[in-house]
Antibody, heavy 125, light 107 residues
Framework: EVQLVESGGGLVQPGGSLRLSCAASGFTFSNYAMNWVRQAPGKGLEWVSYIGRSGGSIYYADSVKGRFTISRDNAKKSLYMLMNSLTAEDTAVYYC??????????????????WGQGTLVTVSS | DIQMTQSPSSLSASVGDRVTITCQAS??????LNWYQQKPGKAPKFLIY???NLEMGVPLRFSGSGSGTDFTLTISSLQPEDIATYYCQQYDHLPITFGQGTRLDIK
């Protein structure tokens, strides 16, 4: 069974940093690209970032470019997001989502076929 | 960026009704359109890919159609467990964009 479990969310002050993690199980992690998608309270879904299965293809939404860094460790079956210079507009539930189908890089996001349960990031003083 | 506009934003229907949600892209995206269902307090669930292909395990009362700029998600006979917010998503161009969502509840 495919499982994605996010962690690392919490309360952070404006201008602060946070590192999110997503632990994957139930599939060959190194075969799949991964994404981060966020959802502000009461709002819709916003794609944040993508990383190809080898880490060679990386993309960001303009709203986080230059502040967020996506990475992965295939040996640890984990996805990460380092978030710097956080603002109130970054307050959201952050989901990691597997990308489908599995393909050789270079690749771009296609389908988000499995999602974690999300981790809440609150930026507030 | 490609804008995805869903209508209606919210919808009330009765059990057994046929329900239709539309999604319009701001430019031609071929069939590069997916649909997701999100129940309250839960993560989104993938339903339909490439506009009309049902993900394995999704009930057959769900169907999708369309190409170019206009797309439709249809539930042929609404069930109580279908209460959720539905999102379309395009992957034709980066950045990936979602519709604003259609909230569906039971009348």
């Amino acid at each position: 069974e495919v499982q994605l479990v996010e962690s690392g969310g919490g309360l952070v002050q404006p201008g602060g940093s946070l590192r999110l993690s997503c632990a994957a199980s139930g599939f060959t992690f190194s075969n799949y690209a991964m994404n981060w998608v966020r959802q502000a309270p009461g709002k819709g879904l916003e794609w944040v970032s993508y990383i190809g299965r080898s880490g060679g293809s990386i993309y960001y939404a303009d709203s986080v470019k230059g502040r967020f860094t996506i990475s992965r460790d295939n040996a640890k079956k984990s996805l990460y997001m380092l978030m710097n210079s956080l603002t109130a507009e970054d307050t959201a539930v952050y989901y990691c989502a597997r990308d489908f189908p599995p393909e050789d890089e270079p690749t771009t996001p296609v389908i988000f076929d499995y999602w974690g349960q999300g981790t809440l990031v609150t930026v507030s003083s | 960026d490609i804008q995805m506009t869903q209508s209606p934003s919210s919808l009330s229907a009765s059990v057994g009704d046929r329900v239709t949600i539309t999604c319009q892209a701001s430019q031609d995206i071929s069939n590069h359109l997916n649909w997701y269902q999100q129940k309250p307090g839960k993560a989104p669930k993938f339903l339909i890919y490439d506009a009309s292909n049902l993900e394995m395990g999704v009930p057959l009362r769900f169907s999708g159609s369309g190409s170019g700029t206009d797309f439709t998600l249809t539930i042929s006979s609404l069930q109580p467990e279908d209460i959720a917010t539905y999102y379309c998503q395009q992957y034709d161009h980066l950045p990936i964009t979602f519709g604003q969502g259609t909230r569906l509840d039971i009348k």
